[in-house]
Nanobody, 116 residues
C-alpha cells in the first residue's frame, strides 16, 4: 500500500519559515517526479513546486526565490523549505508522487496558515 505522509505545517507569522516533509512508503521515490501542490479555500489546487527524478526543480513564479524543493532518495522523503512566507501562501499543501497516470499518488495534506 502506497502512503505519502506530509508533516511540518502550522501557523506562522508573515516573513516566517516552515519546512514541509513528505515521507513515502510503498514506492521508491527515486523514479518519481515529486511535487508539492496547494489548495486555498475557494480556489483550485495548484502546483507549487516539483522535482524530477533527475533532481531538476521547477516552481511557480509566486514562490520563486522563497521556496526550495529537495529530495532525499535514501530517506524516501521530499521536502519543501518555505521562507519569507506571505498570507497568500495560506493553503492546504499536498505531496504528489507521479510516474505515469497509473502510478500517481497523493498525501492527505497539511495546513499552512500565514497570519499575524
Amino acid at each position: 500500500q502506497v502512503q505519502l505522509v506530509e508533516s511540518g505545517g502550522g501557523l506562522v507569522q508573515p516573513g516566517g519559515s516552515l519546512r514541509l516533509s513528505c515521507a513515502a512508503s510503498g514506492i521508491i521515490i527515486s523514479i518519481y517526479t515529486m511535487g508539492w501542490y496547494r489548495q486555498a479555500p475557494g480556489k483550485q489546487r495548484e502546483l507549487v513546486a516539483a522535482i524530477t527524478s533527475g533532481g531538476m526543480p521547477n516552481y511557480i513564479d509566486s514562490v520563486k526565490g522563497r521556496f526550495t524543493i529537495s529530495r532525499d532518495n535514501a530517506k524516501n522523503t521530499v521536502y519543501l523549505q518555505m521562507n519569507s512566507l506571505k498570507p497568500e501562501d495560506t493553503a492546504v499543501y499536498y505531496c504528489n508522487a507521479h510516474y505515469d497516470p497509473t502510478n500517481d499518488y497523493w498525501g492527505q495534506g497539511t495546513q499552512v496558515t500565514v497570519s499575524s
